[in-house]
């Protein structure tokens, strides 16, 4: 089973579109996290949710809105989507509160934009 | 503004070689990760530093963490062409109900045969 799962693994779309990428995990972890790794291979991270409640909201285009309907699920929405958004975003999920666990990565969404 | 520095970025070694990779940051914090990331596919947690002077190892690799400098390292030893990868370091800041969780440059490194 997969611990954090990404879809769509790819995304091709033109300019001004809107999109989504969906995220879950089954680790039973309490905080999501979205990150964008630019063509340079930095990570920048975007958004974390802790029990679907919004903890980090780094400088993004509020183009970029996360939601997070349950502990499990934090999802990305892009509206009017730019070339500069063509990255590739990765899901991750954590156990807050404990011993200091590392962070579970999905295996990331390459956007490409047109 | 934090900042989590790696060097070097790119690193050429041949094989059988050792080799060191260093983390620097900032700020204050008591956790570091390392992080392995193969070409086109996600990243991997090698190790969680937790306090000054932690030192881990999982076969070539040995990571640890000096607090006072701000500064982890991840040595390499007798490098094969499988540890051909990109590491990366990442430090989570928790202050006066904050929370940062911020990942260094990234040391491209590829061992050659």
């Known amino acids: 089973d997969t611990a954090v799962s990404q879809t769509p693994k790819y995304l091709v779309t033109q300019m001004g579109n809107d999109k989504s990428i969906k995220c879950e995990q089954n680790l039973g972890h309490d905080t999501m996290y979205w990150y964008k790794q630019d063509s340079k291979k930095f990570l920048k991270i975007m958004f974390s949710y802790n029990n679907k409640e919004l903890i980090i909201n780094e400088t993004v285009p509020n183009r970029f809105s996360p939601k997070s309907p349950d502990k499990a699920h934090l999802n990305l929405h892009i509206n009017s989507l730019e070339l500069g958004d063509s990255a590739v975003y990765f899901c991750a999920s954590s156990q807050s509160g404990t011993s200091n666990q590392p962070q579970h990565f999905g295996d990331g969404t390459r956007l490409s934009i047109l | 503004e934090l900042k989590v520095e790696q060097n070097p970025l790119f690193l050429s070694m041949q094989e059988g070689k050792n080799y060191t990779i260093y983390c620097n940051y900032s700020?204050?914090?008591?956790?570091l990760y390392w992080y392995r990331q193969d070409p086109g596919k996600s990243l991997e947690s090698l190790f969680v530093l937790l306090s000054n002077g932690a030192v881990k190892q999982e076969g070539r690799l040995m990571a640890s963490l000096d607090t006072k400098a701000r500064l982890s390292t991840l040595h390499i030893t007798a490098a094969v062409h499988d540890l051909s990868a990109t590491y990366f370091c990442a430090v989570d800041i928790r202050a006066a109900g904050t929370y940062k969780y911020i990942f260094g440059t990234g040391t491209r490194l590829k061992v050659l045969a």
């Open positions: 700020t204050t914090s008591d956790r």
